[in-house]
């Protein structure tokens, strides 16, 4: 099964596209194990998630701690901290 | 107390009218004491802004808020609940944001406005990019630290009934 | 920060248009970030109330109210405010009171424009009468302890300039 | 030297007129003062001043506590607690 992930604002940027559909391997549990294997990918991705700890991230369109377990998740956005208002 | 309200929540590119939307609420019907309104405007911080470029997540940004308005008709008397969040290309001066809460009473209508702005502005999913005058990309505007304070004093705030 | 600005302060019978009271406080700059509009309205009391009939004290009103917005420009970095109370008769569902309130930041449009209605409801002249929808003259509305608690709040806080 | 007192709401509609001009006596130093003398004056003052406690004072257009001299005030005005607003 995959998961969509999608991007916003300078992740979106740094990763050089708004989303993707990926394959998760075996082993990625939680929030944080998605971080630290997205960041192995290129030095686009690298660049993107430097800081794992500044990255807000929303699972099925709600936020989500970065212990979170994942599974079933359908749609996975990462994005820096939000500021509107 | 009449059954909680179901609060507006619009996401959209279009500006907003805050006397139509006051109206909207509190036409028809004259069991409402307060209105409060929240507007945040676009600021040209002193020239050097051209515009904002406002980005969001379609989908989340509608059911964050919801939540968040939600949370706010659970915790006060409102009778009316108003959020309204522009996205895209916005110039100084222009609105930004609109918060509409009516109550019997005065405090419930400005405490529930203010923790909806505290909670958008920590919660809701949009992001700002500067545009400079100067014809450069100003980058992403940093969050601040006081915007995740001004909300985590709603946790342990009891809410007053009045 | 630029000079403290000159409150706007009307006593009037006829009603007010909030979307104007806004528009005359922002329009041709860019520099405000946020506008805090308070409306306070007659409400009919479950069907029971006909009328609300408005004294006030010609000069002290203006007088009274424009102290009390004088000190909130000194309270709090205002970039903006206007009181407008209206006295006569007004029947549920019209306004009775409008404060807005300008800043480049939140908590002080918020604080300044909940400050002004505090002490308006406590110190400004106006007293209200209730005629019933039966016929009978309600008379003259009690002035509630909560409201001068509501004002003596602001005597120990410490006004945020953030 | 004459001093106008202004009255309203309750306060007007007991004494029965909205203001009067009078010469106050000798010895009328307070708002106090003022209230006692007034509540002696006849029985629609009596029943308008009957507990002067709740009675609001301004002199000249600004509140007053009830301990303030009086002297040199041009306009009085006697009314009850505000219920604007």
Redesign the interface.
Known sequence: MSTRL?Y???VRERIGKPEEDVELPAGIETVADLLRWLKSRGEEYEHALQYPDVIRV?IN???VEHREKIAGAREI?L??????? | MPAAVVPTVRIQAEDFDVAAEIAKMTQGRADIGAVVTFSGLCRDEAGRLAALELEHYPGMAEAEIGRIAAEAVQRWPLQGLTAIHRHGRIAPGENIVLVVAASTHRQAAFEAANFLMDYLKSRAPFWKKEHHTDGSEGGWVDAKEADDEAASRWKQAVPKRN
Do not use: K, L
């Open positions: 999608i916003f604002a300078w929303a369109q709600e936020h956005a994005f820096p901290p939000m500021t509107g208002g």
